[in-house]
Structure formats: C-alpha cells, structure tokens
C-alpha cells in the first residue's frame, strides 16, 4: 500500500540552526500538507501547498518557515532559525483530491535544544 | 476561526461501545473527519462526513448533524486495539486550502 515517508525520524538540532524536514508524498497525490504536534497536544495545521503554491497556512506558518516541492517527488519544510518552541513531531500529509483523506506520513520529531 | 469540542478522556471495557461527541464552530466547513492516533504514531484516517447521516465503516461508524455543528464517532465491539486518542477535524473548502483543523482528542482507554 502507497505511504507518505518522512525522513529523519528524529532531528536534534541547536538553537537558531536551520533544518530541513523531507517527505515523500504518495505518487499520483496532488494536495500537500504540513502539520505539527506538541507533545501531548493537538495536530496542528501549518501549511497546505497545491499547483507549486502554498494555498493556505497558518499564524504558525510566520517568515521563519517555508516549503519547496524541489523535484515533483519530494515536499520539503524549512525551518529557516529555529527556537526551542519549534520543538515537535512534524507530520507530512498528502490527498489525491482537496476533499478526500488526507494519508499522514509517521513524523519527524524535531528537538530543538 | 475554527473550534472543536470533544472529551478528553473515556474508559470502556473490551466488547463494549464508546461514542464519542465533537462540537465545532468554524468560518468554514467542507464536512467532518475522524483520525485515530496511538502513543508516537502518526493519524490514521477513519471516517469522513460530508453530507447529515451515519457513515458505517465495519465497527466504526461517524455521524455528522450541519445544522446542530455537531458530530460523533461510535466505536462498537471495542478491542484492546482501540486504545488509542480518536481526534475530529473540520475540513476547510479549497478555497482555504482544504486544510484540516483538529480538535483535542479523546483518549480511549479499553480495560480487559
């Protein structure tokens, strides 16, 4: 069965570094999604991304963050200096279509020390 | 903006049935999904609502009232499997991006 892959699993990384997450989208999926999750809380949305634009984010989604689809396989998001409330697990999200599930990819869980 | 309601927690035993109530207010609704996520797992999709009636997906089953802004997940049979934190989220229309806003999830502890 076709999945979103994220990798790395885990990222530590020091205050103020610059970190890249990467996810590999399901093939033929045309809607891409970043979220977030503090441990404990809820999924958070971040950004959706569709047509090689972003079509929505979130207050979170501030000037520090961006996404790329470099290569029309992968699906990228920078975090350009990072702060210790960035830490989190990072989900990666894709759909076929706008109004269809969205499959998640397992995370990546972002340490930020 | 968006917000959704639901319990935090609820404890049921193996075999029994669990619903579990979302409430939401939102500037803009495009139907109502349910995700089941384990401890350090990603969500897993399980239902989508996107017109008023019952969706039945082999034990679990989704119900959507627009005009109440009101939703439920009924879990039936429960197993131990289905210990695990069951989140509502409203779908945005594409024209916001067709984003998902979660509400804070129900964790579902199934006793033997």
């Known amino acids: 069965e076709p999945e979103v892959t994220q990798t790395p699993s885990h990222q530590v990384t020091q205050m103020g570094q610059e970190v890249i997450l990467r996810c590999v989208p399901i093939s033929n999926h045309l809607y891409f999604y970043w979220y977030r999750q503090i441990l404990g809380q809820k999924v958070e949305f971040l950004v959706s991304f569709y047509n090689n634009e972003i079509s929505e984010k979130s207050e979170i989604f501030d000037d520090q963050f961006s996404v790329e689809r470099p290569d029309g396989s992968n699906f990228t998001l920078k975090i350009r200096s990072t702060k210790l409330e960035d830490s989190a697990m990072y989900f990666c999200?894709?759909?076929?279509?706008?109004?269809?599930?969205?499959?998640f990819g397992q995370g990546t869980r972002l340490t930020v020390v | 903006g968006q917000s959704l309601e639901q319990p935090s927690e609820v404890t049921a035993v193996e075999g029994a049935i669990v619903q579990i109530n979302c409430t939401y207010q939102?500037?803009?609704?495009?139907?109502l999904s349910w995700y089941q996520q384990h401890d350090g797992g990603a969500p897993t999709f399980l239902s989508y609502n996107g017109l008023d009636g019952l969706e039945e997906t082999g034990r679990f089953s989704s119900f959507l009232s627009r005009s109440d802004s009101y939703g439920y997940l009924l879990l039936q049979e429960l197993q131990m499997k289905d210990s695990a934190s069951y989140f509502c989220?409203?779908?945005?229309?594409?024209?916001?991006?067709?984003?998902?806003?979660f509400g804070g999830g129900t964790r579902v502890l199934v006793k033997p």
């Open positions: 939102t500037s803009g609704f495009y139907g």
């Open positions: 999200a894709s759909g076929q279509q706008g109004n269809t599930e969205a499959f």
């Open positions: 989220a409203v779908r945005a229309p594409r024209a916001a991006g067709n984003k998902l806003t």
